[in-house]
């Protein structure tokens, strides 16, 4: 809901690791998104996707795509995202190049989660955003952070966090 709340009206979405759709669905029905672009590398999955599009009565909006969401975005889908989201936190920063190549050339907004072990004296999220920040300069685009949290614990030292990431430019090299 968080999300959903924060897409604002004709953005296009594009969630790079959809799943049945539970994040999508939910922008959908609650924001008045122009179109939602979610990609999922299980077909079981997209299958069950387009199924809860058409019972939430969505599937105008919401465009199931079956691939790995590295050859989709590098394939059919640069330059078309107003917001990306990365709810996959094991797979998030491997992919990160390309939820920046997805975003329109004039920047939007990432949803990206992570895994983060720290201890008691390490912040969780500041961990999380040297290594995007890292990453983010290597590609030279322009960022700002907003909104980041703790999502939840999932053990000792280990914290699941989303980052809010306004990628505000890209250079050329990070265009193509």
């Given at each position: 809901?968080?999300?959903?709340?924060?897409?604002?009206?004709?953005?296009?979405?594009?969630?790079?690791?959809?799943?049945?759709?539970?994040?999508?669905?939910?922008?959908?029905?609650?924001?008045?998104a122009?179109?939602?672009?979610?990609?999922?590398?299980?077909?079981?999955?997209?299958?069950?996707?387009?199924?809860?599009?058409?019972?939430?009565?969505?599937?105008?909006i919401?465009?199931?795509?079956?691939?790995?969401?590295?050859?989709?975005?590098?394939?059919?889908?640069?330059?078309?995202?107003?917001?990306?989201?990365?709810?996959?936190?094991?797979?998030?920063?491997?992919?990160?190049?390309?939820?920046?190549?997805?975003?329109?050339?004039?920047?939007?907004?990432?949803?990206?989660?992570?895994?983060?072990?720290?201890?008691k004296n390490?912040?969780?999220?500041?961990?999380?955003?040297?290594?995007?920040?890292?990453?983010?300069?290597?590609?030279?685009?322009?960022?700002?952070?907003?909104?980041?949290?703790?999502?939840?614990?999932?053990?000792?030292?280990?914290?699941?966090?989303?980052?809010?990431?306004?990628?505000?430019?890209?250079?050329?090299?990070?265009?193509?």
């Open positions: 809901m968080r999300i959903a709340q924060l897409v604002k009206p004709y953005e296009t979405a594009v969630n790079m690791f959809a799943g049945v759709g539970s994040f999508s669905i939910l922008i959908a029905c609650r924001s008045k122009r179109k939602i672009l979610s990609i999922d590398v299980n077909p079981v999955a997209v299958n069950l996707m387009r199924q809860n599009a058409r019972l939430n009565r969505v599937e105008t919401l465009i199931p795509v079956l691939g790995d969401a590295r050859d989709v975005v590098q394939e059919h889908m640069k330059n078309v995202a107003d917001r990306v989201l990365m709810p996959l936190p094991r797979k998030a920063l491997a992919y990160l190049d390309y939820a920046v190549l997805a975003l329109k050339p004039s920047g939007g907004w990432t949803h990206y989660y992570d895994f983060k072990h720290a201890y390490e912040p969780p999220i500041e961990k999380a955003k040297a290594e995007v920040a890292e990453k983010l300069r290597k590609l030279d685009a322009q960022f700002r952070f907003s909104g980041q949290r703790i999502v939840r614990s999932i053990g000792p030292n280990w914290d699941q966090v989303v980052l809010g990431i306004r990628v505000i430019g890209r250079t050329k090299s990070t265009q193509s």
